[in-house]
Each structure stands twice: as structure tokens, then as C-alpha cells.
């Protein structure tokens, strides 16, 4: 997008021809920041649009002339109704984490973008996972796409030492604080599925001497900002996320993710694994199991092809009642073939039928 617009600049009347669409404001920093790096040589202007930050600042600078935007689908519409932004332009299209935006229900904003946009366009989807949903909204709005896969998705995961624990209920923030503290990483990134497990999580981690921060969609972006700049310059040793708010957290060399509570999907599995183990790095994932999970963490190792050992903290012996679990026992290739082979019944001898019978058949009738 970069070479294909600097290529063809127009300094006196610049034009918005490329826009970038994220589901959240952290991945506006991350990916500006990606085009300032790669432009860095480069005569392209391109701006951040996203909600909490003055419209004032962005209206500005937009109207001093902008190549590329980066934005949030919210602010990027509420710019184009109120004619700050003319999206008529738009040229080359990318939905970044397109599932993630799709399942956030942003459909009816990205159709509509798409419409604002000039009908001569390329248009890139990234994500992790393909859903259904991003295959109906290419043959909606692409034509004879063309799917580039980077990785597959067994190849990632072979990079990364996958651990699970098994762990009753009541005692799993101890285990995680044992682990966490037992660790020699710097950096551990542990996932939650609720903001309310975030912050019980990250109040029992710093009553038990481990620095944490949290990162959920009722935390102000700034404090959210604050918290993963402490991460990366690793002046907390662990960083508590939702999916969504995680999505894009890119960390360099990050050696370590928790599943502090397990995915809802394979999918959301997926995209927790790929924080780790990233440009042949090697990383570790380790799941915390209670007996509620077990059926739905098999789902994912079917899935993903894994097969992970349970195992039990010899600090942490189970209480809770475990579930019967069928163990399936292979058997020998010959009492495979050794069946046995059903006995024939003899058919039974039919009976003399006597007059007394028919009478009695007939009484009956």
C-alpha cells in the first residue's frame, strides 16, 4: 500500500486513498506506528482516527491533506457523516483482524464504510482464523479473491511447550501465583475470559508481591496505554487480558501465556497461542484446567491436532470430585479379527394344526 501510493503522490492536493480498519484503539497505535517505521523514508502522510482523542486534533489534520488513515469503524463513520472525511477516494482497503471485527458485531459499519468508498478498490482481510463470516463478506465485496495463508496453523503451534494443569476451583489463583513466581520470566502474558476475573486476578497478584496490570474494555485507554508500555519495558512481570482487548498485542520474544480461564472457541485458543512462539521464536502456553473444562479443552486439542499431558501441581493434590473419564484401551490386532461368529438358530418345528384350533382362532376373532 505504501509503494503503490508514494508512487503516485500528489504533494499539493493530497488525496485519501488507503484506510486501514481495526476493532480497537491499541491496534490504531500499533499499526500507525508499523506505517511510520516502513514510511519512515517515504513522502506518505497518514493520521490515527479513533474515539477518545480530540476530534479537534484529528479534523486538523485532516484537513491539511492525509494519504492513509488508520482507524476504528465508530469514529471513521462519525468523521465521514459530519463530512470531515471523504471516504470517495479510498483506493486500497485493509480490515485488520477481520474475524474479531465481524464477531464484534461490526458488519453494518464495515458494509457501510465499504460503500463510502470508491467502487474501484483492492480490498486485503487479515486475520488468524477465517470464520464463515468473513468468506460471505468476500463473495459480498471481492471478486475472484485470492487466499494467502502465511503460516498453517499446525506449523505455529509446534514452535510452542504447551502445559496444562489440573487445579480444583478454589485454590487456582494460588497455583497461577506459584507458577508465575516459580518462573524465570520477565514478561507473562495471562489470559481471562471476564473483566471481573481480571480484576479479582490482578488484585490477588499484587496482595501476594507479583507486579500486574490489566487491560479490559472498562480500563481508560490511557491507564491501558500506561499498562502495556509497562509490560514491554518489563516493569511488570505480568499482564492480564481480555481477547479483545489483546488483539493485535504484539510482544517481542514473549516467553510465556497463561490460561488463567479457558477460551469459549478454538478459534479465540488460536489467537491466545499466537502471542507466543512469533518469527521462530520458541514460547510456552500453559492452560489451567478445572473440571468444568476438560471436555471443552479436548474439543480444542481435537481441533488443533494437540495433545497435551494433564498434569497435577505436587502442591496442589485435587479435591474436587473428578469426573469418570473413559479410558480407551487399544486392542490387539488379533482380537480385532477374532470375532465371534453369531450361532444359527434352528427354525422351529411347526406344529399340526388341529381343529380344536381353528375353532379356538375363530372364538378369538
Known amino acids: 500500500m505504501l509503494n ?5 503522490l500528489n504533494y499539493e492536493n493530497r488525496v485519501l486513498r488507503g484506510l486501514i480498519i481495526v476493532p480497537t484503539r ?3 497505535e500499533q499499526v500507525s506506528k508499523t506505517l511510520a517505521d516502513f514510511g519512515e523514508f517515504l513522502k506518505v502522510k497518514h493520521t490515527k482516527v479513533m474515539g477518545g482523542t480530540s476530534r479537534t486534533k484529528q479534523t486538523k489534520v485532516i484537513g491539511s491533506g492525509i494519504d492513509i488513515v488508520v482507524a476504528t469503524a465508530g469514529r471513521l463513520l462519525d468523521l465521514s457523516k459530519d463530512e470531515i472525511l471523504d471516504l470517495s477516494s479510498v483506493n486500497f482497503i485493509v480490515l485488520d483482524e477481520a474475524d474479531t471485527m465481524l464477531e464484534m458485531g461490526f458488519l453494518e459499519e464495515i458494509e457501510e464504510i465499504f460503500s463510502l468508498c470508491s467502487p474501484k478498490r483492492q480490498i486485503i482481510m487479515c486475520s488468524a482464523t477465517i470464520s464463515q463470516n468473513i468468506k460471505k463478506l468476500a463473495k459480498e465485496f471481492l471478486q475472484e479473491p485470492v487466499s494467502v495463508q502465511v503460516h498453517d496453523r499446525r506449523d505455529r503451534v509446534d514452535l510452542i511447550n504447551h502445559k496444562a494443569y489440573k487445579i480444583d476451583k ?4 494460588e497455583l497461577v501465583t ?3 513466581k516459580d518462573s524465570n520470566y520477565k514478561q507473562i502474558l495471562l489470559f481471562v475470559n471476564k473483566k471481573d476475573a481480571a480484576d479479582a486476578a490482578i488484585e490477588h497478584f499484587n496482595t501476594h508481591g507479583v507486579k500486574a496490570a490489566a487491560i479490559h474494555g472498562e480500563i ?3 491507564q491501558r496505554v500506561q499498562a502495556i508500555k509497562d509490560f514491554r519495558n518489563k516493569k511488570i512481570q505480568v499482564l492480564i487480558a481480555t481477547d479483545i482487548a489483546a488483539r493485535g498485542l504484539d510482544i517481542e520474544k514473549l516467553p510465556l501465556v ?3 480461564t ?3 472457541s478454538t478459534d479465540d485458543f488460536t489467537h491466545r497461542v499466537g502471542r507466543t512462539g512469533r518469527a521462530g521464536n520458541r514460547g510456552e502456553v500453559i492452560t489451567i484446567l478445572t473440571t468444568e473444562d476438560y471436555n471443552r479443552f479436548t474439543k480444542i486439542e481435537r481441533d488443533l491436532k494437540l495433545n497435551v499431558k494433564r498434569e497435577v501441581h505436587e502442591s496442589f493434590p485435587l479435591r474436587d470430585r473428578q469426573p469418570r473419564q473413559k479410558v480407551q484401551t487399544k486392542k ?3 482380537e480385532k479379527k477374532s470375532r465371534k461368529t453369531p450361532v444359527k438358530k434352528e427354525p422351529a418345528k411347526s406344529k399340526k394344526t388341529t381343529k380344536r384350533d381353528v375353532n379356538r382362532s375363530f372364538r378369538r376373532k
Open 170 to 173: 478454589k485454590k487456582k489463583k
Open 4 to 8: 503503490k501510493i508514494n508512487s503516485n
Open 258 to 260: 497463561i490460561n488463567y
Open 262 to 264: 479457558l477460551p469459549e
Open 220 to 222: 481508560e485507554y490511557k
Open 332 to 334: 490387539k490386532l488379533s
Open 26 to 28: 491499541e491496534l490504531v
Open 178 to 180: 506459584k507458577l508465575i
